[in-house]
């Protein structure tokens, strides 16, 4: 199953612990993974389910291709990283 | 002990009032993350805060004791759509305490132009589709943003169905059943942004806040973009007062809680130039129903000084002697003889939001 890792600066704000998912693509395996998390979830994508503007994710470290639909495939061997991007100020 | 909220671009301070004179409390809530609004309830002591993440978007937290310790609740949510442009929330821009008569209701304004309501102390939250789905709203656009935001939300407190909205850019609302409705006010507002022919159009209009008297809620004073403005019938009419010296441009607008004729603002040159007259802040305030202004500067910096002061960075206390205004420039002033002569607190915050007496 693919394994989903997030950035420790999440920790600052609530619990991230690596998560396993079921799923073909970064979309499915997001929504299975976070489907019970609901808070969790809501920092990383908005309401309407899109990737937040300045997260980013990374599939064995390389960036998706597709941040809008989140397609990229995904693997039982993928690892999944989501990401801050960085930002001044 | 007096004590006032003050909500910064790096966290959330509260400064206090002790023997050696108002001072800084630490450590500050949030540290280091934007917070947008503040709320202290009066109904039942709950204090909330909501944060603008970088990254990881709006938050909003609750505290049942005073702020030692903080839980994150639920933000409002705007609805699930399929359109591409589905809107989502940008920030939390007011939280508003229900009437006395309504324990657990709290009111959010927001970006992109949403009114929401919960019902459970924050615990779920409710956009308000009878104001949502107003033709209307496709009308409004952005003032100072991208998208239309709700920045002042006014509950009458002799009748907490009767509500007034402030919105940059879509006028005055009003509803007088608990937002069930809604119609538009702000006739006689005036936009020099606007098309000559369309300057009076309420439905354009950018009220960069409101404020009313809590003794006698008729009467709302408004900055707005264009001017000053005043309202003695709850925010349905308006009545421009020009002529207001240094500037009539500005955010912030306190209304004096008691006498309805007293209110303060903090004027800038202009639109396209949002910094203080020739260099001298100054709080502008009028003690008879805007016929007259008396530009105070008392114990605030002499020039050259460029602090702007946000539209939620101004604030009176319950009995009108007490303001606190906080600058963009991270500066924090207390005046207690009513804006007359002013007390630098901190000079080295962040930048700030709002401030807001507890």
Redesign the interface.
């Known amino acids: 199953m693919p394994r989903i890792r997030f950035t420790s600066?999440?920790a600052r704000?609530?619990a991230a612990p690596e998560l396993t998912a079921e799923g073909g693509t970064v979309r499915e395996a997001l929504d299975d993974a976070l489907a019970d998390e609901?808070?969790l979830r809501?920092?990383?994508l908005?309401?309407?389910?899109?990737l937040?503007r300045?997260?980013t994710i990374f599939l064995d470290g390389a960036m998706i291709t597709d941040r809008r639909g989140l397609s990229d495939a995904v693997t039982r061997d993928t690892e999944i990283y989501v990401l801050?991007?960085l930002?001044g100020? | 002990m007096p004590s006032i909220d003050v909500a910064t671009r790096k966290g959330l301070f509260r400064i206090e009032k002790a023997d050696e004179g108002w001072t800084v409390v630490t450590p500050p809530a949030f540290l280091g993350e934007p917070v947008s609004a503040i709320l202290t309830d009066p109904r039942d002591g709950t204090r909330y805060a909501a944060l603008r993440l970088g990254h990881f978007g709006c938050r909003l937290h609750r505290s049942g004791d005073g702020g030692a310790s903080w839980q994150e609740v639920p933000a409002p949510a705007y609805p699930k759509s399929d359109a591409e442009d589905a809107p989502a929330l940008d920030m939390i821009w007011e939280l508003v305490p229900g009437g006395a008569d309504q324990p657990g209701l709290i009111w959010a304004g927001t970006l992109p132009g949403g009114l929401f309501v919960s019902r459970d102390r924050g615990d779920s939250w409710d956009l308000v589709t009878s104001l949502w789905e107003k033709p209307e709203r496709a009308r409004w656009f952005g003032g100072g943003y991208d998208h239309p935001g709700i920045h002042s939300i006014l509950v009458d407190p002799r009748d907490s169905r009767r509500l007034a909205l402030g919105i940059s850019c879509g006028g005055v609302w009003l509803s007088e059943d608990g937002g069930e409705s809604w119609t538009q006010g702000g006739q006689g507002l005036r936009a020099d942004f606007l098309p000559p022919d369309q300057a009076t159009d309420p439905v354009s209009q950018d009220p960069h806040r409101l404020s009313a008297c809590a003794a006698r809620p008729e009467r709302i004073w408004c900055q707005h973009h264009n001017g000053i403005f005043v309202s003695s019938d709850g925010g349905a009419t308006f009545v421009e007062i020009a002529g207001v010296k240094p500037a009539h441009f500005g955010f912030a607008v306190a209304a004096h809680p008691i006498d309805p004729d007293t209110a303060w603002f903090v004027p800038g040159v202009k639109d396209e130039c949002r910094v203080p007259v020739d260099g001298q802040l100054v709080v502008t305030r009028t003690r008879d129903g805007g016929a007259g202004f008396d530009a105070l500067s008392g114990g605030l910096p002499g020039t050259p000084c460029y602090d702007l002061i946000y539209r939620h960075a101004l604030a009176v206390d319950a009995s009108g002697d007490v303001l606190a205004m906080g600058s963009t420039t991270g500066n924090l002033w207390v005046s207690e003889s009513a804006g007359t002569e002013w007390e630098l607190v901190s000079a080295h915050l962040p930048p700030v939001h709002a401030v807001a007496f507890v």
């Open positions: 600066n999440l704000h609530l609901a808070l809501s920092y990383v908005d309401e309407q389910g899109r937040r300045h997260v801050q991007a930002s100020g």
